[in-house]
């Protein structure tokens, strides 16, 4: 079982930067892909970044193509995610997740679990 635990949101204008960090229980971390996701209220988690096992593959929902970063660093069992000009749109609990079921595809919240508490990130306009 794989442990996460969200850090490093908070308020910022539009435009700004956060970087995101997720710690993870050590020992088995490096053997999962990891995820993104972020949940606005009334609305249903959606993806947002993912990141393979190894750190070399990443893939991005099309609306933070180019403006966020995912990364990874299996040595510190940690995962980041790098949020350059955030937009209000951008509002959200951010969540990491273990991607542990394929059948789903790494675009599925369905196919991830061991979810963090998630941290808030709001972008005022």
């Known amino acids: 079982q794989v442990q996460l635990v969200e850090s490093g949101g908070g308020l910022v204008q539009a435009g700004g930067s956060l970087r995101l960090s997720c710690a993870a229980s050590?020992?088995?971390?490096?053997?999962?892909?990891m995820g993104w996701f972020r949940q606005a209220p009334g609305k249903e988690r959606e993806f947002v970044a993912a990141i393979g096992w190894s750190g070399s593959d990443t893939y991005y929902a099309d609306g933070v193509k180019g403006r966020f970063t995912i990364s990874r660093d299996n040595a510190k069992n940690a995962v980041y995610l790098q949020t350059n000009n955030l937009k209000p749109e951008d509002t959200g609990v951010y969540f990491c997740?273990?991607?542990?079921?394929?059948?789903?595809?790494?675009?599925?919240?369905?196919?991830?679990?061991?979810w963090g508490q998630g941290t808030q990130v709001t972008v005022s306009s």
């Open positions: 997740g273990a991607y542990v079921l394929a059948g789903y595809g790494r675009y599925d919240k369905r196919g991830y679990d061991f």
């Open positions: 050590g020992r088995t971390f490096s053997r999962y892909a």
